[in-house]
C-alpha cells in the first residue's frame, strides 16, 4: 500500500523551515527518504527502522513515531539546493529495500 | 556505493515496437529493481529481478509486456513491448547498497511513445 504524503507542494523563501509527512496505515518496518531533482535520479537521505528514532545531518532531520506508522522529515534553515521532489519510501516487512514510494512533496525554495 | 549505469538515457518510439533498456552495476547484486515513474509522479515499482530465477512482477504489470532478463549478478534489461503513448515515462532501475540500507538508482531512460 501506497504510503500517503504530504503537503503535496512547499514553496519556501531562503532560511525557512519545513515539514514533510510521511503516513502508512499499517506498521512499517522502515522508512527511506529520498530527494530527487529534476531530470535527475532519487537520492537516498536516510532511513529510519526504530520506533521513535530519529536521525539526521546537517539541517535535514527525520524522525520515526512509536507506533512507526509515521514519519516525517525537517528541512531547517532551507537552501536553494534543497529544491527538488521529496519522496519517503516505505517497507511493511524486510523484503532487501523493496520500496513502495509516497507521492512525493515538491519543494521550491526560493531567494 | 554502487555506481550503475543505465542507458539509453531517453529514447523516443513509435507505437507498437519495442525497447530493451540496459541496467549495468559496478558490483554484484542479489537483487535488482525496476521502476517506473509517469510524467510528474512517483515511482512505482514494476518488477524484482532475481539472477537465476524469474522475475516478480507488481500488481498490475506483466511478463508480456515488461520482460526482465538478468543474465549475471551485475546486469539486467527491462523490455518495453508493444509500446502505446501510456508507456511514455522514465524507467529507473535500483540496487540496494552493500551495507543493504539505501537504494541507488541508475539515472532513468526517459521514453516518449509516440
Known amino acids: 500500500q501506497q504510503p500517503v504524503q504530504s503537503p503535496q507542494a512547499v514553496i519556501l523563501r531562503e532560511g525557512e523551515d519545513a515539514v514533510i509527512n510521511c503516513s502508512s496505515s499499517?506498521?512499517?518496518?522502515?522508512v527511506h527518504w529520498y530527494r530527487q531533482k529534476h531530470g535527475e535520479a532519487p537520492v537516498f537521505l536516510m532511513i529510519?527502522?526504530?520506533?521513535?528514532e530519529q536521525k539526521g545531518h546537517d539541517k535535514i532531520s527525520a524522525s520515526f513515531n512509536e507506533k512507526k506508522q509515521q514519519s516525517s522529515l525537517y528541512l531547517t534553515a532551507s537552501q536553494l539546493s534543497y529544491s527538488g521532489t521529496y519522496f519517503c519510501?516505505?517497507?511493511?516487512?524486510?523484503?532487501?529495500?523493496?520500496?513502495?514510494f509516497g507521492g512525493g512533496t515538491r519543494l521550491m525554495v526560493k531567494p | 556505493s554502487a555506481v550503475i549505469s543505465q542507458k539509453p538515457s531517453r529514447d523516443i518510439c513509435q507505437r507498437g515496437t519495442s525497447l530493451t533498456i540496459q541496467c549495468q552495476v559496478d558490483?554484484?547484486?542479489?537483487?535488482m529493481f525496476w521502476y517506473r515513474q509517469q510524467p510528474g509522479q512517483s515511482l512505482t515499482l514494476i518488477a524484482t529481478?532475481?539472477?537465476?530465477?524469474?522475475?516478480?512482477?507488481e500488481s498490475g504489470f506483466v511478463i508480456d509486456k515488461f520482460p526482465i532478463s538478468r543474465p549475471n549478478l551485475t546486469f539486467s534489461t527491462l523490455t518495453v513491448s508493444n509500446m502505446s503513448p501510456e508507456d511514455s515515462s522514465i524507467y529507473l532501475c535500483?540496487?540496494?547498497?552493500?551495507?543493504?540500507?539505501?537504494?541507488?538508482f541508475g539515472s532513468g531512460t526517459q521514453l516518449s511513445v509516440l
Open positions: 535500483s540496487v540496494p547498497g552493500t551495507d543493504n540500507e539505501k537504494l541507488f
Open positions: 499499517k506498521a512499517l518496518y522502515s
Open positions: 529510519l527502522l526504530k520506533g521513535g
Open positions: 519510501g516505505t517497507e511493511i516487512r524486510n523484503a532487501g529495500n523493496m520500496l513502495t
Open positions: 558490483s554484484q547484486v542479489t537483487m
Open positions: 529481478a532475481n539472477q537465476g530465477s524469474e522475475a516478480t512482477y
